[in-house]
């Protein structure tokens, strides 16, 4: 059984700052990756950050590359997602993801989502 919660969401003004938390429980050491969705409303959902369980690589959308980071804990379980210089169309509910891999990687775990709301 794998769970993963997200915490940290709110409402921050144009240019602000907000650190989402995203905590898992469960097998965590059959994580590959963990990644950071977000969906707005009539958008598709897209991936913004990511981040290989193991090697701590990390991979950003080009249009967060430079304002986001993603972080991870093994020991607490714990992957972060630390969003700088915020603007409006970075709005949505953002989601905490997890991945194993198999022929490719599959993210089979989710959270239940987090608001972010960025006002102009």
């Known amino acids: 059984q794998v769970q993963l919660v997200e915490s940290g969401g709110g409402l921050v003004q144009s240019g602000g700052s907000l650190r989402l938390s995203c905590s898992a429980s469960g097998r965590t050491f059959s994580f590959y990756a963990v990644a950071w969705f977000r969906q707005a409303p009539g958008k598709e959902r897209e991936v913004v950050a990511g981040?290989?369980?193991?090697?701590?690589?990390?991979n950003y959308a080009d249009s967060v590359k430079g304002r986001f980071t993603i972080s991870r804990d093994n020991a607490e379980n714990t992957v972060d997602l630390q969003m700088n210089s915020l603007k409006p169309e970075d709005t949505a509910v953002y989601y905490c993801a997890a991945g194993v891999l198999r022929r490719t990687l599959e993210y089979d775990y989710w959270g239940q989502g987090t608001q972010v709301t960025v006002s102009s």
């Open positions: 981040i290989r369980w193991a090697s701590g690589t990390t």
